[in-house]
């Protein structure tokens, strides 16, 4: 007979971006019990709202299996003595004992038979050590100092197996049945069964699910709220009953940059912005309450008020910072640090300009850098951190200067993510290229060096947005002034980029770059072209051959440069590749390959490449030598791992 199991660990409100990552721990995890203790059982779900994490499962069998374990005695030449007193710690006598033949010789052994516990009793001391085990960023003690644990204190344990409770302690609290509803919408204790868990939690105020809070979020928003998907995530984790409420501001507002106004909704309130039908800012807003109904409208009003108080701070901002121009803000950015090792801001705008020139960006684009950062000086960035750059595009424009360079200003930030666009100009992308670039060179030469986890200075981040600068960008950037730990980090982006990014197999994209990596975009044709022909039948097979060149001039330490002697070159096979090789040259891959592979394949069959005579086996090598080469301009194809190498891995 199996059963189900629930567990649910209920908490004083968990930040609701470190919830996802808990829930996932929780289930690899149970799955580890449950693959270790082979109490069988599936999981159902895990969900979480701010306070409490719950896992759901079904299959538990009711006791572990019986199991046999194998102990090994002293050697049998130990003679009967030794077997005695074996057999006496085992529990049985001599004659039940067995022998087992190990390189060292025969040994007396015993099969010792292990019955299986309970799977109450299993989950009873598994679960306090399981609970522990889901780490986050920070812990707290909430007992007092040496005692548990965990992101926010424990309050209350449901651990049910079928219709039993899985009895344990843990920091003072012990399992049981009972549960607890919404703050304001439900009682503090409600018992409850597996079955009727999340149903008794509704009722009281908690929509476990959250895939049922994010459709109640949108789900009851009538106007055209403009999409947020991290909003979405953030607002279905800080609440356990979402209600949507429509509020209003003054349309005098909309005088200001839409950023401004989104910005200011978003990350200061959590309020989605709404559109009209033209795909304008309307003088709307969506909050999200953690409660049922707004009946007299208190909650909406309240929100009104304090929107209103952010928009005249962020007007008040817009208005004072257009006293100063930003080219008259450039001193300003002299008392500005960017790294304490690195100096201020001004410093490394001169850096970036002058990488900017080289880069060949236009009059525009130079503007632009000059006036990147002056935005950090300003009292709209200084309250909207999230604003930088944004400001300054916006600034530029109504201060005059031209799109170009506004655009170029308004963009240097990106991509701000992975999925992030790039600069819209090219005078964009070559400013944030500059301006990342600057970033990584001098934060490495001071040995700010992203380890672990830790990457105060987002340094992957700008790395990654080289790259996809360089490559979706077009730009043709020669890596200037890379230290080797810098080289070695960059090599480590731009793989993690065609491999995870872009899809291409692992093996393609190491063979592609062991060739050379330095111009992306051509490394971008060679990946495209090696991906296109690995299908044909003559790929693998003349990758192998590859395989075998490479093996054959590292044993010969076979390095010497020059063209094979044509008297040299004996009738038959080998003289059918080496006509082959100089008929081909200049055509297409593809057809250099399927004229290759069967004169390859006949040269290794028929010809002794370390011939007796010297000179005959110093021409042989140096045939394959320059084949290998000149197919190494494109992609190392010995580091390809053929169908025949798979199989052997996976036997």
Not at 266 to 286: C, I
Not at 389 to 400: M, R, S
Request: aromatic share 8%.
């Amino acid at each position: 007979m199996s059963r189900p199991f629930l567990l649910e660990i209920g908490t004083e409100e968990i930040p609701d971006w470190m919830i996802p990552p808990a829930i996932n721990q929780l289930r690899e995890l149970f799955q580890d019990v449950l693959d270790r203790t082979k109490v069988a059982g599936t999981i159902l779900a895990v969900d979480a709202t701010p306070r409490r994490l719950v896992l759901r499962a079904e299959g538990l069998i009711e006791r572990q299996p019986d199991s046999e374990e194998l102990l090994m005695g002293p050697p049998k030449s130990a003679g009967p003595g030794a077997a005695a007193g074996f057999a006496k710690k085992m529990g049985t006598t001599p004659e039940h004992l067995g022998t087992e033949t190990t390189p060292k010789g025969e040994y007396f052994s015993f099969k010792k038979h292990l019955k299986g516990q309970t799977t109450i009793a299993i989950l009873a001391a598994e679960l306090p050590q399981l609970i522990l085990k889901i780490t986050f960023p920070k812990t707290m003690y909430w007992n007092g100092k040496g005692t548990e644990r965990f992101i926010r204190p424990i309050r209350w344990i449901v651990a049910l197996l079928g219709d039993e409770i899985v009895p344990f302690e843990l920091a003072g609290l012990h399992s049981a049945n009972v549960t607890q509803g919404h703050r304001q919408l439900g009682k503090s204790k409600i018992p409850v069964t597996i079955k009727n868990f999340e149903q008794q939690l509704e009722a009281n105020g908690v929509i476990l699910s959250a895939s049922k809070r994010r459709e109640r979020i949108l789900g009851s928003v009538a106007p055209r709220v403009r999409p947020d998907p991290a909003l979405l995530e953030t607002l279905v984790y800080i609440t356990e009953f979402p209600t949507p409420i429509l509020g209003n501001f003054d349309p005098q507002y909309l005088e200001l940059p839409a950023e401004v106004l989104v910005t200011v909704m978003r990350h200061h309130q959590k309020y989605f912005s709404v559109e009209d039908e033209s795909g304008n800012l309307a003088p709307h807003f969506v909050a999200v309450m953690n409660t049922d109904a707004d009946p007299e409208g208190l909650v909406r009003h309240g929100n009104e008020r304090v929107l209103r108080a952010r928009f005249n701070d962020a007007r008040f901002f817009w208005q004072q910072d257009q006293k100063k121009k930003l080219e008259d803000r450039l001193e300003d950015l002299k008392n500005v640090t960017f790294q304490a090792k690195l100096g201020s801001y001004f410093e490394k705008t001169g850096r970036v300009m002058d990488l900017v020139k080289q880069l060949g960006g236009s009059a525009a684009a130079q503007r632009a850098a000059l006036l990147a950062k002056t935005d950090l000086t300003t009292d709209m960035v200084k309250e909207f951190t999230d604003l930088q750059g944004i400001v300054g595009g916006l600034y530029a424009k109504a201060q005059g200067e031209s799109d170009e360079t506004a655009s170029a200003i308004y963009d240097h930030y990106k991509p701000l993510s992975m999925d992030g666009e790039i600069p819209t100009t090219e005078s964009g992308r070559i400013v944030a290229l500059a301006d990342k670039w600057d970033t990584l060179t001098s934060c490495f030469e001071v040995g700010l060096i992203p380890t672990g986890s830790r990457d105060p200075f987002a340094l992957r981040r700008a790395a990654q947005g080289v790259v996809r600068i360089v490559i979706e960008g077009g730009i043709q950037f020669a890596w200037p002034k890379m230290n080797d730990a810098l080289r070695e980090f960059m090599r480590d982006r731009v793989e993690y980029y065609f491999r995870d990014v872009r899809g291409f197999a692992y093996d393609e994209v190491r063979a592609c770059m062991a060739a050379g990596w330095s111009d992306l975009p051509d490394l971008e044709t060679r990946l495209k072209r090696v991906q296109a022909i690995r299908p044909t039948p003559d790929f693998e097979p003349l990758a192998a051959s590859f395989k075998r060149i490479k093996n054959i001039l590292q044993q010969a330490q076979f390095s010497a440069a020059g063209e094979p002697s044509a008297k040299l070159i004996e009738p038959g096979p080998e003289q059918e590749l080496y006509s082959e090789i100089q008929r081909s040259g200049g055509q297409p891959l593809e057809s250099r390959i399927s004229a290759l592979r069967p004169k390859l394949d006949l040269f290794f069959d028929k010809v002794l490449v370390n011939a007796p005579v010297e000179a005959i086996r110093r021409n042989r090598l140096t045939l394959l030598h320059n084949l290998l080469t000149e197919f190494s301009e494109i992609a190392d194809f010995s580091e390809i791992v053929t169908e025949r190498e798979t199989r052997n891995e996976e036997r």
